[in-house]
């Protein structure tokens, strides 16, 4: 039985190998496409993780993968990056955000609750499917690329709303980054009410880091502070939505808390309590980062190679639309709670 095991393991790897690997060549590509970026303009406009999903994307244009590298494609874009999720625990530290104060966390409560809301009702306004708008909103409100990629799974969305939601509003996102420090002389933000309303409002933690370390290192740290007390809420969020959607596709075979709650999301917050009480050393911190960021940029590769670009065009124009009203919406809203309750 144990040799039976072992053969059935073997040829499972085999068969997801090669796909797999494709994948990783692509990642690796995309990395050092960034490194460029860092060594000219001492940050990556376009992040490791975008540029997988576009490189993917634009391969899959030109060559149809054949069927031996199918298996591995679609493991990296399930598999690979449920286990991202879990490693993504590891790097953060409950008592951070608890320390940081009640008004901290309530304009992040406040900012997510309402660009979900919003988010999907503007969705569905403009014409796109409920599945679509909630992608849209979910990376909005959270943490871009990694929301959308957790949220995936559990509303059973199709690879090409996932790979039109990251695309889409990630090319939107570098023109925030772009534009939002000019906010700082123009209402005469201080560093730390700047850093806040960037770390409210901004689409993912590379674009937080962007736009507010290129103000001031203490923009920066704060900015990063209040971006990880929205990436916390990316638990709660995926299992909400996994409980919305119990019902659909397969989760409806699931038993027990899984019905409600995937694995990933279960491993996601047991990491992050761990790390919260200080049984995972700092030094393992900074490689789990990595690891996640690794294994996420592999995943996207993957969700690119699974998708013909072309069937994405049609929803180009609303999602750009729905995106910047989101955008608009989370940068107002952001500067009236801060100044609201006082913070920076």
Not at 324 to 334: G, K, N, Q, R, Y
Request: hydrophobic fraction near 60%.
């Amino acid at each position: 039985m144990q040799a039976f095991n072992i053969a059935d393991r073997n040829s499972t790897v085999r068969r997801v190998l090669p796909g797999v690997l494709v994948c990783a060549v692509i990642t690796a590509i995309a990395f050092a496409l960034a490194a460029i970026q860092e060594s000219i303009i001492d940050h990556a406009i376009l992040e490791p993780l975008v540029l997988s999903l576009i490189l993917g994307l634009l391969l899959r244009m030109a060559w149809t993968p054949p069927a031996v590298f199918e298996k591995g494609i679609a493991f990296s874009g399930k598999q690979l990056l449920e286990f991202a999720i879990v490693v993504l625990g590891i790097t953060l530290n409950l008592g951070a955000i608890v320390d940081a104060g009640w008004k901290l966390i309530v304009s992040v409560l406040l900012l997510v609750s309402m660009t979900l809301v919003v988010g999907i009702a503007v969705g569905k306004a403009m014409g796109l499917s409920v599945k679509l708008a909630t992608l849209i909103a979910v990376g909005n409100a959270i943490c871009g690329n990694s929301a959308i990629a957790a949220v995936a799974p559990v509303i059973r969305a199709r690879k090409e709303d996932v790979a039109a939601a990251i695309a889409l509003t990630a090319v939107w996102g570098v023109g925030v980054v772009l534009v939002l420090p000019l906010l700082v002389p123009l209402l005469d933000l201080s560093d730390e009410r700047f850093g806040t309303v960037a770390g409210l409002s901004v689409y993912a933690v590379p674009q937080v880091l962007a736009a507010t370390f290129s103000v001031s290192v203490v923009a920066g740290q704060v900015g990063s502070l209040v971006k990880l007390t929205r990436v916390i809420m990316l638990g709660p969020v995926v299992a909400l939505f996994a409980w919305l959607y119990r019902n659909e596709g397969e989760v409806a075979q699931r038993p027990g808390l899984s019905k409600f709650l995937p694995w990933f999301v279960i491993g996601f917050f047991i990491c992050a309590g761990i790390r919260t009480l200080g049984l995972i050393p700092d030094n393992l911190v900074e490689p789990a980062t990595n690891l996640s960021r690794v294994l996420t940029a592999i995943a996207m590769a993957g969700l690119g190679l699974g998708v013909d670009i072309r069937s994405i065009r049609h929803s180009g124009g609303p999602v750009l639309r729905v995106v910047s009203i989101l955008t608009v919406l989370l940068v107002s809203s952001a500067l009236f709670v801060t100044w609201l309750l006082g913070i920076g």
